[in-house]
């Protein structure tokens, strides 16, 4: 499906601009249908995947069985980070292209040597391509919170979050892409969106308790001069360890029954002395943005004087709506009644202009 949009379809996008939400509704629900993949690591979703990559695999190298056995895993869909590409297996068939699975012993000056043989295999060029620091969040930024706490030692025990955008002793912290923010199914876009909004609610809330300080005077004096117009004493939010215990126990049940958590591979996704996942998101993106759509105060250290200040349990912060919310059938009726009231009210304007003349 990796191919050109047509002019003919584009044209359709310009003329109707519906089609193209409907195409992009569609494509939000499939992709968020695919969950089930790792969600149910022995249900007939994952096992589609499988029959589908396997006869991928089949038509773009046919009669290989010694490849098929090579390129074929031994664990369940998700486990490993899934590669959508149109051009994988046919790269492979080509003539100049060989598949090596034998493990590296080491470098050498013109090639690489293989364990366990003597064997050496010469290279003009080698790219190196092991990814990165995937379980180490916000490295190589220094970060200290209360008491002199560096993050580092927040997270001495693996990273995590709340709601992977607020971690405990780090007052009014707010983080994009945090520990159990990645998706194997889906835009992480959608996840950064709902983090934004969160972020921004609780900005907003600390910067109205700094006016609110600031009107009202407080206690507070310029440190230098021991005197001073009132200073704004602020608000520090701070995710309480119970809550942060409780969101994190719950997580870490759902993903210990995911594909994530296969014992057969092992993946960037999980800390690999703990075996927890610190990477990936439980559910669905749309169940991650109904959870940020709001801010539960009482789950915040300070929270309580944001419901005093603003008499409000919870801030309503919303979400963007991606998702089909209609039917095709709906959408087609709402299309034709469209047509049919535009060319009514059309065929009504000519026949006015039509008697008047």
Request: proline residues 6%; negative net charge; aromatic residues 8%.
């Amino acid at each position: 499906m990796d191919s050109a949009v047509s002019d003919f379809r584009r044209t359709l996008y310009r003329i109707f601009p519906p089609l193209q939400w409907r195409v992009r509704a569609a494509q939000m629900d499939f992709r968020e249908s695919t969950y089930k993949w790792v969600s149910e690591p022995n249900g007939p979703d994952s096992q589609l995947v499988k029959d589908w990559c396997v006869q991928q695999m089949h038509d773009a190298l046919p009669g290989r069985e010694d490849m098929w056995k090579a390129l074929t895993p031994d664990y369940n869909p998700g486990c490993k980070r899934i590669l959508i590409s149109d051009d994988y297996y046919p790269t492979l068939a080509l003539p100049q292209v060989s598949l090596e699975t034998r493990s590296i012993d080491h470098i050498t000056s013109d090639g690489i040597a293989l364990k366990d043989t003597a064997e050496t295999l010469p290279f003009d060029l080698i790219v190196l391509a092991t990814g990165f620091r995937t379980l180490q969040f916000m490295h190589p930024i220094s970060i200290t919170g209360q008491s002199g706490r560096s993050l580092n030692d927040v997270w001495s025990s693996g990273a995590r979050a709340y709601n992977g955008v607020c971690v405990p002793s780090l007052p009014n912290f707010g983080m994009l892409y945090g520990p159990n923010t990645n998706l194997g199914h889906n835009s992480i876009i959608l996840m950064i969106e709902a983090q934004s909004r969160y972020i921004c609610g609780m900005v907003a809330a600390v910067l109205e308790a700094r006016m609110r300080d600031g009107e009202h005077g407080s206690n507070a004096v310029d440190e230098k001069n021991g005197s001073g117009p009132p200073v704004a004493r602020g608000l520090a939010l701070v995710p309480k360890p119970a809550a942060v215990d409780a969101y994190n126990a719950k997580l870490q049940k759902t993903l210990a029954a995911s594909a994530f958590a296969d014992p057969a591979c092992n993946s960037w996704y999980k800390d690999p002395t703990s075996g927890l996942i610190t990477n990936n998101w439980s559910g669905t993106v749309v169940e991650y943005q109904e959870l940020l759509s709001k801010i539960e105060w009482a789950d915040f250290e300070g929270g309580q004087v944001v419901e005093e200040m603003r008499k409000e349990k919870a801030a309503q912060l919303g979400r963007v709506v991606e998702e089909t919310r209609v039917s095709d059938k709906l959408l087609v009726g709402l299309s034709v009644a469209a047509v049919v009231l535009g060319g009514a009210l059309r065929y009504q304007k000519a026949l006015s202009s039509l008697l008047r003349a």
